[in-house]
């Protein structure tokens, strides 16, 4: 007899998405976290962004995603033309962004980079794992903002878009974002009600007008 696993049920969020810059091509916005970017497989976890916003939107579209996990700032573009547009600049890495994370101690030096390459770990999916073998390129960025102590506060500047990137990389840093119930060692989960990261910029070419286009969206912690 076959039995069934119990679907994953997403704790939604009912915060409000908020519209940073709309205009006939494209939305900027925010959104907040435990809100999935595209709805789940289950049928309960069909709210979502993309879903939210195709109720007042109805052309809009994702091409790209943050993490159930993770609150911040997203381009969702209003036409085709605009998809195919910003997936090219996401694509050749044109798409400039930028996170603010709060983060287990103090990194030694206040500024530097973490390469490492990305692979699934198929056996614990979703969860990704370093492999220098046959994993894929990915390269953070990190700035020091502020040190309290147990933690502090880091500029994250992602030059790929590996999934997990960030949190994997901080973690081999030595430094877990706190509130990860994925990579976090017990300590650092516990320290926050939430993961502490958050898309604080995206800067990319407006689509139609070529003009650069910067929307910023302050960390809420």
Request: glycine share 6%.
């Amino acid at each position: 007899m076959h039995i069934e696993s119990t679907p994953y049920l997403v704790p939604h969020s009912r915060e409000p998405i908020e519209i940073l810059h709309e205009d006939e091509h494209l939305l900027l916005v925010r959104k907040p976290d435990l809100l999935l970017s595209v709805p789940g497989r289950h049928p309960r976890n069909h709210d979502s962004l993309i879903s939210r916003l195709q109720q007042t939107h109805p052309t809009a579209s994702i091409v790209h995603r943050l993490d159930l996990d993770t609150s911040g700032i997203m381009v969702v573009p209003l036409t085709r033309e605009a998809h195919a547009d910003i997936s090219r600049q996401f694509q050749q890495r044109e798409v400039f962004k930028t996170y603010e994370a709060l983060v287990f101690g103090v990194p030694a030096t206040g500024e530097g980079q973490v390469d490492l390459p990305l692979i699934a770990d198929w056996p614990r999916r979703p969860l990704q794992k370093v492999c220098h073998q046959q994993g894929k390129a990915a390269l953070t960025w990190y700035e020091l903002l502020e040190s309290h102590g147990n933690y502090s506060r880091v500029q994250l500047m992602p030059v790929t878009g590996r999934s997990h990137q960030l949190r994997i990389h901080m973690r081999e840093l030595g430094h877990p974002i706190l509130g990860c119930d994925m990579y976090a060692h017990a300590e650092a989960f516990r320290m926050a009600p939430r993961l502490m990261l958050h898309a604080t910029r995206l800067g990319l070419r407006h689509p139609v007008t070529d003009e650069w286009l910067e929307g910023c969206s302050p960390a809420p912690f």
